[in-house]
Nanobody, 129 residues
């Protein structure tokens, strides 16, 4: 199976920045897309951003657009999520996920958690006022 290892996260003041990384290993040599989701206490898991290597396409939730940047490194089979201008409402556990199915899907596909096959362990991001 595919293993996803997350790193980054932590505590930062509002307006600060953090970088999350997610690296894939295992049977899938080249994951088609990788995404980030987050879940705050008492809330449903929500989409944050995704990266598709074919076409180097990036997708963002409206809540993070313009503040977060996702990028992929195909050689390392990893993605970075650069989070800038962080807000307290960004506080959540962030999960990395991989979509192993090749294809060109609509943007809604990458924002749907059920479309992803494997998940990382999660990492806490806390943004203080």
């Amino acid at each position: 199976q595919v293993q996803l290892v997350q790193s980054g996260g932590g505590l930062v003041q509002a307006g600060g920045s953090l970088r999350l990384t997610c690296a894939a290993s295992g049977r899938t040599a080249s994951p088609y897309a990788m995404g980030w989701f987050r879940q705050a206490p008492g809330k449903e898991r929500e989409f944050v951003a995704a990266f598709r290597w074919t076409g180097s396409a990036a997708y963002y939730a409206d809540s993070v657009k313009g503040r977060f940047t996702i990028s992929g490194d195909n050689a390392k089979r990893s993605v970075n999520l650069e989070m800038n201008s962080l807000k307290p409402e960004d506080t959540a556990v962030y999960f990395c996920a991989v979509d192993t199915r090749p294809g060109l899907f609509s943007s809604s596909h990458y924002a749907t958690s059920d479309e992803y096959d494997y998940w990382g362990q999660g990492t806490q991001v806390t943004v203080s006022s």
